[in-house]
């Protein structure tokens, strides 16, 4: 089957620095995406790795590891209003996304 | 201007009842998405849709129908709701569901609609 691994939640504190990691298995790889999800919203994009290596944008960046099926969304400096859940998705062969359950986060002063 | 929109926001039902929920999109996309998160904020694909071909998410029951008008709108139809029916249910759409070179393309969420079954 296929599998989409996050910790469930993650507490850090303002103007830290915080790394969510997304381990998968899935039938092929085709692109990981990074959401995010304020609470009683919807996902907004984020980040996208199809090769192996780091992706920055501004305070958040994106790493892939093909080989080993993972990747981690590295968040710097928080600020409070990064209090949300976060999303790692896949896209297997049959260019399908798979999400996991998502990361809480959240952030104190 | 709102990118992807859907209507209503709120829905609470009776069990057994029929109900529709719709989504438009105007970003011109060409592939359009219905996804259902449930109360432990797991988000699973229901359908994805494009001019070609709708591909359905086999653990969905047959009480659910996406209807397309056209390339714009999705439409999502229920059918009996059940107890387990309630959750938040998003629509999406993104340009196109594969692009040449495997480059990511990534999905616009509408707001959402909470579906509420008593």
């Known amino acids: 089957g296929q599998n989409i691994d996050q910790p469930t939640e993650m507490t850090a504190t303002e103007g830290a620095i915080v790394q969510i990691n997304c381990t998968y298995q899935t039938s092929g790889f085709n692109g990981l995406f990074w959401y995010q999800q304020h609470a009683g919203e919807a996902p907004t994009f984020l980040s996208y790795n199809v090769l192996d290596g780091l992706e920055e944008k501004g305070r958040f960046s994106s790493f892939l590891s093909r080989s080993k099926g993972y990747s981690y969304l590295l968040l710097k400096e928080l600020q409070m209003k990064d209090s949300a859940s976060y999303l790692c998705a896949v896209r297997d062969s049959n260019y399908q996304l798979i999400w996991g359950a998502g990361t809480k986060l959240i952030i104190k002063p | 201007d709102t990118a992807v929109s859907q209507t209503p926001k709120y829905l609470v039902t009776q069990m057994g009842n029929d109900k529709s929920i719709k989504c438009e999109q105007n970003?011109?996309?060409?592939?359009m998405y219905w996804y259902k998160q449930d109360s432990k904020k797991f988000l699973k694909i229901m359908f994805s849709y494009n001019n070609k071909e709708l591909i359905i998410n086999e653990t969905v029951p047959n009480r659910f129908s996406p209807k397309s008008p056209d390339k714009a709108h999705l439409n999502l139809h229920i059918n009996s709701l059940e107890l387990g029916d309630s959750a938040v249910y998003f629509c999406?759409?993104?340009?196109?569901?594969?692009?040449?070179?495997?480059?990511?393309?990534?999905?616009?969420f509408g707001p959402g609609t909470r579906l509420t079954v008593l």
């Open positions: 970003l011109g996309h060409d592939t």
């Open positions: 999406a759409s993104s340009r196109l569901e594969v692009l040449a070179g495997g480059v990511g393309d990534e999905q616009f």
